[in-house]
Nanobody
């Protein structure tokens, strides 16, 4: 099980950009898919993106497709979520999560192996 540490996030105006980071404590990071979820106030946690262990395949939900980019640098045990063209409805706590295999599957909260602590993202003017 990976220990995940998140950084990034904060407050930005609509149309702005932020980059979130998710750093793992151990080298087996490279063996697992990494997911990003988010949870807006009063809503359930939702999966928005996933990247396979080697980084060769990425997946996005329609709500973020074309605006967000997931990536990873296995040599640094770190995954990233670059968020551009941010909108007020992107306001949420963002979580990275370790999957249970090298591949991406459905965004099921209960199936993740470990979670980062979450980081707040607020889009406002």
């Amino acid at each position: 099980q990976l220990q995940l540490v998140q950084s990034g996030g904060g407050f930005v105006q609509p149309g702005g950009s932020l980059r979130l980071s998710c750093a793992a404590s151990i080298s087996s990071f490279e063996n697992y898919a990494i997911y990003w979820f988010r949870q807006a106030p009063g809503k359930e946690r939702e999966g928005i993106s996933c990247i396979t262990s080697g980084g060769g395949n990425t997946y996005y939900e329609d709500s973020v497709k074309g605006r967000f980019t997931i990536s990873r640098v296995n040599a640094e045990n770190t995954a990233y979520l670059q968020m551009n063209s941010l909108r007020p409805d992107d306001t949420a706590v963002y979580y990275c999560a370790q999957g249970r295999s090298s591949r991406c599957f459905a965004y099921v909260v209960g199936s993740m192996r470990s979670w980062g602590p979450g980081t707040q993202v607020i889009i406002g003017s």
